[in-house]
């Protein structure tokens, strides 16, 4: 394999793993000129692989899908089945590993013409996989749309629909897709409440791309996991309820972390934090978390509140009651 053909190579295998790149950063990473780098994207063009091209100060190179799919890939039928493959795996987590899923599914996306997208959609559709366990139906078109975007960080719009039936359209920087349970979550900054979000991808009705690239926020992957985690656990509550702290809401929010989603300010210096859980049992427990020495009053519908003020008096007796002597 020549330099020249090893090279090209390498520029492709870059343009895959990124929407755009910059010229200059192309042939800092080649380390060539950026007048060679121009020179391989025209032999790649001659290959069959569509790199658009803008000019300018901020200009550079992006891989975009073309009339037929590249030659050194996949035929026709072979790129389809691999895309529907990809998007079941995706759907049923059958792969070991998410990321390796997604990283091969947006690049597939990425290039797949129009004519073949329409053949995965329809067939996918189509295709009934064995699902392991029960968990709700995602859209693999909208997973494919959602990969593409998280790894290229671009802005997307969606059209969402919330537990109660409400949509909204949300503008969002997406940062992860992540599984959890039976479910996919996506993980991303909610541009118009400036804060981070957690969404169901099986709720997602539509996908719409902005074409505009964003910088990825600080955020580690123990707090993506344990945000994923906080929405997989949420779920309609059999006991809701709620309690109003002593707290004011930026310090409440940095003790609870993710878990203090959904909590508003009462003034300046209360918070209300809406909890629950199957029975006041699990509602009792929530209320173990409010940090030691923090006054709080508790809304607590009937019966509920009656089973766990006699829950709370037997054992404060039990506790205020001398040591047992077991010894005989």
């Known amino acids: 394999m020549t330099d020249t053909t090893s090279r090209a190579l390498a520029l492709l295998n870059l343009l895959q793993t990124h929407r755009h790149w910059p010229g200059t950063e192309l042939a ?45 890939l996949l035929d026709d039928d072979e790129a389809v089945t691999m895309a529907i493959g990809l998007r079941v795996a995706a759907t049923q987590q059958l792969v070991g590993g998410p990321e390796v899923t997604l990283t091969a599914l947006a690049k597939l996306e990425q290039v797949l013409p129009a004519v073949l997208r329409q053949r995965v959609n329809a067939l996918a559709a189509s295709v009934q996989a064995p699902r392991i366990g029960e968990g709700p139906v995602v859209s693999p078109a909208v997973i494919g749309e959602v990969a593409l975007a998280t790894r290229d960080t671009e802005r997307l719009r969606l059209r969402y629909m919330d537990g109660a039936g409400r949509e909204s359209v949300r503008r969002v920087e997406p940062h992860a897709l992540a599984p959890a349970g039976r479910k996919w979550f996506l993980l991303c900054w909610d541009l118009d409440r400036e804060d981070w979000r957690t969404f169901r991808v099986d709720r997602v009705v539509a996908v719409e791309h902005t074409r505009v690239l964003f910088s990825r926020r600080d955020i580690s992957a123990e707090e993506i996991e344990e945000r994923v985690l906080v929405a997989s656990s949420w779920s309609p509550q059999k006991v809701e309820a709620a309690a109003v702290m002593e707290l004011p809401l930026a310090e409440m929010q940095d003790v609870f972390g993710p878990w203090g989603q959904g909590a508003t300010p009462v003034g300046e210096d209360r918070t209300r934090w809406p909890f629950g859980g199957s029975d006041w049992r699990e509602a009792m427990y929530a209320l173990l978390w409010i940090p030691a020495g923090v006054e709080y009053t508790v809304a607590l519908a009937e019966p509920h509140r009656s089973e766990l003020r006699e829950a709370v008096a037997r054992l404060l007796r039990a506790l205020d009651a001398p040591d047992p002597d077991d010894a005989g």
């Open 28 to 72: 800092a990473r080649l380390g060539v000129t950026e007048r060679t780098v121009r020179r391989d994207v025209d032999r790649l063009r001659e290959l069959g692989y569509r790199v658009e091209s803008t000019p300018g100060v901020a200009g550079g190179y992006r891989l975009e899908a073309g009339s037929a799919v590249p030659p050194l």
